[in-house]
């Protein structure tokens, strides 16, 4: 039987996200950094190589970790990505090995990407208005992430997931375009609520934050068949006509928080426990010191032991 990682919370966790570099050419007005580690910037020599991450793998997959999803900054930047999803790839056991990108550079890369194992891709498209998009991204170009979404179909990354991050007045008005859009190209729109970055101010949260829930009653009315995801009780609404909408709802939900079965990894190789907490347990650091593999798998364990939900049952407050 394949070794199972468990929380103190009885939350299993099977899957990783690594952030491979704190770059990136766009400069989102929601962006939570999730790449970053706390203390700051790290300097370029902190950067896990791809043969480093190779050896992570191994170790994450001997100890039951089988998804694996790639995260910045924007990971297109770095001038290896293919190597180190090549590195990631060939480790036997990876059964799911993903993208998460803007989707700027994906018109040159997705072919080499996926030969070199990747297997699917999430791409950032808040909007198709390409105004808004130039709002929200700070210096996106929205023709070159169309023109990446479909050499990302040509492919063959299955699927392809929109990321579509609700804001209150930029963007709200458009899930139904957005629904006809993936429709139309035969993708999955992910719908994700705003979450407050660390650092970021309250009057920015409170001015675009809007909640899903109205969104996620109209869903259930249109659709014909509701499930629910095991990765953090996300539901997916198949809508007629053969498209696909999962909603992302993260703040204020406990229910998210008890199935979340991830460990992220923070470009300089420290494993953080929760995005929306600071703490970290560094890896890299023993690994370039020597660490063996025994000692290695015991920090992952080590990470799995202090995780806990950020939202806890009692009226989903923060713990
Ligand atoms: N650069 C890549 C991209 O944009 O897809 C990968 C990193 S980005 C931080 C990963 C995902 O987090 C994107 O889909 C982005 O839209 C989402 N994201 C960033 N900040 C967010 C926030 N404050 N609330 C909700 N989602 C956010
Ligand atoms: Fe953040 Fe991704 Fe936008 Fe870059 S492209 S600013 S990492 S959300």
Redesign the pocket.
């Known amino acids: 039987m394949r070794p199972r990682l468990v929380d103190r919370f009885g939350r299993p966790v099977d899957g990783l996200r690594i952030s491979v570099t704190e770059a990136?050419n766009?400069a989102?007005i929601?962006?939570?950094?999730?790449?970053a580690w706390p203390g700051g910037r790290s300097a370029n020599e902190r950067q896990m190589r791809a043969d480093e991450l190779g050896r992570i793998t191994r170790l994450a997959v001997e100890l039951g970790i089988t998804k694996f999803k790639l995260?910045?900054?924007?990971?297109t930047l770095r001038p290896d990505i293919v190597d180190v999803v090549a590195e990631m790839g060939a480790i036997g056991g990876v059964e799911d090995l993903s993208m998460?990108?803007?989707g700027s550079r994906l018109a040159e890369l997705a072919y080499e990407l996926a030969e070199a194992g990747l297997m699917r891709v999430?791409?950032?498209l808040?909007t198709l208005d390409p105004g808004k998009f130039e709002l929200i991204t700070g210096r996106g170009k929205l023709d070159a992430v169309l023109a990446g979404i479909e050499a990302a179909l040509d492919a063959g990354l299955r699927p392809v997931k929109l990321?579509m991050?609700l804001l209150r007045g930029l963007n709200d008005g458009e899930v139904w375009d957005m629904v006809d859009f993936a429709r139309e190209k035969g993708v999955i729109l992910q719908v994700?609520?705003?979450?407050?970055?660390p650092g970021?101010p309250a009057s920015f949260f409170e001015a675009y934050h809007i909640g899903l829930e109205e969104l996620e009653a109209e869903l259930a009315r249109k659709a014909v068949k509701v499930v629910r995801r095991q990765l953090q009780d996300r539901p997916k609404f198949f809508l007629p006509e053969g498209v696909e909408v999962e909603l992302v709802r993260p703040v204020h939900n406990s229910a998210f928080c008890a199935k979340c079965r991830r460990l992220r990894l923070t470009s300089d190789g420290r494993l953080k426990l929760c995005l929306m907490r600071p703490d970290t347990l560094d890896l890299l650091g023993p690994l370039r010191s020597g660490a063996s593999d025994e000692e290695l798998k015991a920090i992952f364990k080590r990470a799995v032991e202090l995780r806990e939900p950020y939202y806890r049952a009692s009226e989903d407050e923060q713990s």
């Open positions: 990136c766009f989102c929601y962006c939570h950094r999730e790449g995260t910045g900054g924007e990971p998460t990108t803007n999430n791409v950032s808040d990321n991050v994700i609520e705003l979450v407050r970055a970021v």
